[in-house]
């Protein structure tokens, strides 16, 4: 099956640094989404972008999906950006998750 | 209703007993999706629903775990004869088009 692997797992930050979180993936997909889980769990759908650029305020997005990768870009960070970033693959009425990679922004 | 409702917010029941869980979607949503969250862990994807359909069940981890849809609203997410590997948070999200609205998921424990 297809596997999605994002990196880096882990990342701690100072307040207003800017991050790059990547999603790569290991062939043709119908479509990807980038998710954000905060601490107490809830979570929000930040994307669907099965190419291109997005953008939602400090946020940002860009999928090629000729070279299997996507990008989540957060600017200026803040605390409440914290928690686990997600990014998901559709292929074929399925939908595979990453494992994930931990933000953690310092006040 | 504002959001995605699921209930019970927290069920702790037995091995080997049966649990319903419940998904409310946002009104007017036609797709519905299942996901499982073990502690700690990353987000399984169970089943989803387009309409009351569901075009792929293979993603439901075994044979005791079944979901439905009826109206096109409501879906129940069932799991016979539970075991404590069944013990996680079980999350529902619907949609219109593209973007998922979750729900607050259910935490089930199996003692």
């Known amino acids: 099956g297809i596997q999605v692997e994002q990196s880096p797992p882990d990342l701690i930050l100072q307040e207003g640094a800017n991050s790059t979180l990547r999603c790569n993936f290991s062939?043709?997909?119908?479509?990807l989404q980038w998710f954000h889980q905060n601490p107490w769990g809830q979570l929000i759908n930040l994307f669907y972008i099965p190419s291109g650029t997005k953008q939602n305020g400090r946020l940002s997005a860009t999928t090629v999906a000729t070279e299997r990768y996507s990008l989540l870009y957060i600017s200026s960070s803040q605390t409440t950006d914290s928690g686990v970033y997600f990014c998901a693959v559709n292929r074929d009425d399925k939908i595979i998750f990453g494992k994930g990679t931990r933000l953690h922004i310092l006040p | 209703g504002a959001g995605v409702s699921q209930s019970p917010s927290n069920k702790v029941t037995e091995k080997g007993k049966d649990v319903e869980l419940r998904c409310d979607p946002i009104s007017g949503h036609t797709a519905l999706y299942w996901y499982r969250q073990s502690l700690g862990q990353g987000l399984e994807f169970l089943i989803y629903?387009?309409?009351?359909?569901?075009?792929?069940k293979s993603g439901l981890p075994s044979d005791r775990f079944s979901a439905e849809r009826t109206g096109g609203s409501v879906s129940t997410l069932t799991i016979q004869r539970t075991q404590q590997e069944d013990s996680a948070v079980y999350l529902c999200?619907?949609?219109?088009?593209?973007?998922?609205?979750f729900g607050p998921g259910t935490r089930l424990l199996v003692l």
């Open positions: 629903f387009q309409g009351n359909s569901a075009p792929d």
């Open positions: 999200a619907s949609s219109f088009i593209e973007t998922q609205y």
């Open positions: 062939d043709s997909v119908n479509n």
